[in-house]
């Protein structure tokens, strides 16, 4: 079975830290781009980070600059999002997808999304 | 940053109807633009890539169509497992971006 599993996410107090994991089986993983999208309570989706799967190349939306740190361990197929300095506006359903070579690189498969909770 | 605006927000139709849904672009992003399909509780899936062409699996009733700025998705007979949020997604610039969606209800 295709699939992506997220995990980590928890309730963090503003200015905490927290790792979220995304394990892939059953897809190729070597060489595809990964990314994270995140989905605030009730709002729409956006995309967060992405890393290459031929160079390691990372890539940012300006909001987590400095504070997010996109990796992946190729041997265990995992994608991981370091995020620290966390901020109540981080709050969110965070979401792993690959970017498929056969569809155009869009987001797919997509996994079940981890929730983040930043509050005191 | 490319900024993706979808119309209607809210869309309320039938089933057996016919739903068009449109995705402008702030600048042209070619034919680089994808849709997805979000029902409640559950993660977004992948309609349409490359403005035009249908993903793995999705039902022959969804279309693509447009180039440069202006796109639509179009679901020719809506079934009840349609109704859902739809969100299109811009690949051609970093960072990439997505529209504010649009909620296709039961009207």
């Known amino acids: 079975e295709v699939q992506l599993l997220e995990s980590g996410g928890d309730l963090v107090q503003p200015g905490g830290s927290l790792r979220l994991s995304c394990a892939a089986s059953?897809?190729?993983?070597?060489?595809?781009?990964m990314t994270w999208v995140r989905q605030a309570p009730g709002k729409g989706l956006e995309w967060v980070s992405a890393?290459?799967?031929?160079?390691?190349?990372?890539y940012y939306i300006d909001s987590v600059k400095g504070r997010f740190t996109i990796s992946r361990d190729d041997s265990k197929s995992m994608v991981y999002l370091q995020m620290n300095s966390l901020r109540a506006e981080d709050t969110a359903v965070y979401y792993c997808?690959?970017?498929?070579?056969?569809?155009?690189?869009?987001?797919?498969?997509w996994g079940q999304g981890t929730l983040v909770t930043v509050s005191s | 940053e490319i900024v993706l605006t979808q119309s209607p927000d809210i869309l309320p139709l039938s089933p057996g109807e016919r739903a068009t849904l449109s995705c402008r672009a702030s600048?042209?992003?070619?034919?680089?633009l994808a849709w997805y399909q979000q029902r409640p509780g559950q993660a977004p899936r992948l309609l349409i890539y490359?403005?035009?062409n249908r993903a793995t699996g999705i039902p022959a009733r969804f279309t693509g169509s447009g180039s440069g700025t202006d796109f639509t998705l179009t679901i020719s007979s809506l079934e009840p497992e349609d109704f859902a949020v739809y969100y299109c997604?811009?690949?051609?610039?970093?960072?990439?971006?997505f529209g504010q969606g649009t909620r296709l209800e039961t009207k």
């Open positions: 997604q811009q690949r051609y610039d970093w960072p990439i971006t």
């Open positions: 890393i290459s799967g031929s160079d390691g190349t990372t």
């Open positions: 600048q042209s992003v070619t034919f680089k």
């Open positions: 490359d403005a035009s």
């Open positions: 997808a690959r970017r498929d070579l056969a569809s155009g690189l869009g987001f797919d498969p």
């Open positions: 059953g897809l190729s993983f070597r060489g595809y781009t």
